[in-house]
């Protein structure tokens, strides 16, 4: 990827949870181009280890580290490997998050003909351990994170903490409460953790991205033969670009956010990167 304006990151350590996914696997290569040592975390240690390859084989720092966010211990091993090998952490990308089918209902509105019905799943049908893994997973995989490598961050002017939001926090798309609930609840934690680090040097804020086809959205998206589902024409309808957005187009806010000649006084804002999305009423 090309990075036109680039900041310099020289000499800061990055951070990236999540970050053999699609969109923070771009992210840490991005962050790696502007010279930053990149330590990718990811539950999946297999494509987190690709990730970091991809960066060293362009002239990049990076190493991969296997991380459960949800895990105390694992992220104290985690910050303790990052520190021998990069030393303390500047930049913290929490991007580990998603949905689960069992957190998701099957209809738009409550429908009475079908409920009880075999194989039907309304919103009574949700299931109690589904929700809480992706409550759990999109917000105490950021604040546990936070609580381990912000201690590097204290007192250190130019540190920054970006958490990744949805437009699901400005108006719940439905199906999926539970994550829409959990992204809700990341902006509003940002805004709390902005004001709370204010004076000891940490900025934090977060983006929300739209609609991006990735591997956690695919079965919502896309039919089995390639032809785009109900729901994305109603997305498309819905979005003023008419079009999902490319991972690459998130960079730019991404830099933006962790570069502090451009951004030093920007704190507890959610950037929406959507295709207007969240400023369209339908009318």
Avoid at 141 to 168: R, V
Avoid at 238 to 267: C, H, I, Q, Y
């Amino acid at each position: 990827m090309n990075l036109d304006n680039k900041p310099d990151l020289k000499d800061k350590v990055c951070v990236v949870t999540g970050g053999a996914g699609i969109l923070c696997g771009d992210f840490s290569k991005a962050l790696a181009q502007c010279g930053a040592k990149v330590a990718v975390l990811d539950l999946n240690d297999v494509m987190a280890q690709k990730v970091a390859d991809e960066i060293t084989e362009n002239g990049g720092i990076a190493k991969a580290f296997k991380c459960n966010v949800l895990e105390k211990e694992s992220i104290k091993k985690v910050h303790k490997n990052v520190l021998e090998n990069f030393g303390t952490c500047d930049i913290l990308i929490n991007g580990a998050g998603g949905n689960s089918p069992k957190a998701t209902c099957d209809d738009e509105y409550f429908n009475k003909d079908l409920f009880g019905k075999d194989g039907h799943k309304s919103f009574f049908d949700l299931d109690k351990s589904g929700v809480e893994f992706v409550f759990n997973l999109n917000f105490m995989g950021t604040l546990l994170p936070t609580q381990e490598f912000a201690l590097d961050m204290l007192n250190n002017p130019g540190s920054t903490i970006i958490n990744i939001s949805s437009m699901n926090a400005f108006t719940p798309l439905t199906k999926i409460p539970a994550y829409s609930g959990a992204k809700s609840a990341i902006s509003n934690f940002t805004q709390w953790l902005a004001v709370h680090f204010a004076k000891n040097g940490i900025r934090v804020n977060a983006i929300a991205p739209g609609f991006f086809s990735t591997a956690q959205n695919k079965a919502l998206l896309w039919n089995d033969d390639g032809t785009p589902t109900a729901r994305t024409h109603k997305i498309l309808n819905a979005t003023p670009m008419g079009r999902f957005g490319e991972s690459d187009e998130l960079l730019g806010t991404l830099l933006w956010l962790v570069d502090n000649k451009s951004s030093g006084f920007v704190t507890g804002i959610i950037v929406p990167v959507d295709g207007g999305f969240s400023a369209y009423s339908g009318v």
